[in-house]
């Protein structure tokens, strides 16, 4: 292990996974509560999409993504609210949508086609310095967000049309999350892979709300748990000679269910946002 970490590449993948488990768990916790789960997989599948364009057009595949996830985050909103229909009804046929575009452009792609299925399944091994540097600043940059408009995203989280009477920018805040949350999960794609960097988003979500119902507290349990999944999947994979990106999220789902069995369900005690103090 020591000689590992004389290695550049694993140095980067360590480094991934700390911010990268960290932002996606932060994003997740949000989504969850605002009861928008499903946005984080319409989400990723979108980032898959994007990068798929990016290759396509010989361009960088994450950024790409980023703007892809970002921009369908922002559609489900105002869709969902002027069909007067659930916006989950509005974000599986966004999903719907997007995987089948991405198929037909993947068959698209001239020649072999592995750098397109690393984004699919994730290749944490790859990730480069640049990607590193920018999961760390997407990742500081949820962090500070969330400090400095806590209890503007708290009142938003509780109630929106409360936050929006009392004079707070609910609206902003609220696209601002799913902007933050496009981001985040473009930014990750190459880690964990398009069809499974849902379960980095709920898991670990998941399983803080299980031990605390205290906003703050949730926030840093699930940041904990999100980077105990991926550097725990790193060492997986590197010792029995799995695919990271499975072994992160299978680590995440056993962390969910250890902690169910051990303290049980719980209900959050107010609403959408728990005590937030």
């Known amino acids: ?35 928008v789960p499903f946005l984080g997989i319409c989400m990723s599948h979108a980032a898959f999409l994007g990068a798929v364009i990016g290759l396509l057009l010989g361009q960088p595949p994450w950024l790409w993504a980023m703007g892809a996830c970002a921009v369908a985050g922002l559609v489900v909103g105002p869709v969902a609210e002027k069909a007067q229909t659930s916006s989950n009804v509005v974000l599986s046929m966004v999903f719907s949508a997007t995987m089948g575009l991405s198929l037909i ?102 399983t803080a709300r299980l031990l605390s119902d205290r906003l703050p507290l949730v926030m840093l349990l699930a940041a904990l748990s999100g980077m105990t999944a991926c550097l725990a999947g790193l060492m997986l994979s590197y010792v029995w000679d799995l695919p990271v990106g499975g072994s992160v999220v299978l680590f995440s789902t056993l962390m969910y269910l250890v902690v169910f069995a051990a303290v049980g369900r719980r209900r959050p005690r107010t609403g959408g946002s728990g005590n937030a103090t």
């Open 1 to 35: 292990m020591i000689e590992l970490l004389r290695e550049e590449y694993f140095r980067h993948a360590l480094l991934a996974c700390v911010f990268g488990g960290a932002g996606m768990a932060l994003v997740g916790v949000l989504l969850v509560l605002l009861q």
């Open 105 to 206: 452009l993947l068959s698209r792609i001239p020649g072999p086609k592995t750098e397109a299925l690393n984004l699919m399944w994730g290749s944490l091994l790859t990730v480069t310095a640049g990607q590193t540097r920018m999961l760390v600043a997407i990742c500081l940059g949820l962090c500070l967000g969330v400090w400095w408009f806590y209890r503007a995203i708290v009142a938003v989280l509780f109630n929106r049309e409360l936050a929006l009477a009392g004079g707070l920018p609910a609206g902003l805040i609220y696209y601002g999350i799913i902007m933050l949350g496009g981001l985040t999960v473009g930014a990750a794609l190459e880690i964990i892979g398009g069809l499974l960097i849902f379960a980095l988003l709920v898991n670990p979500a998941n």
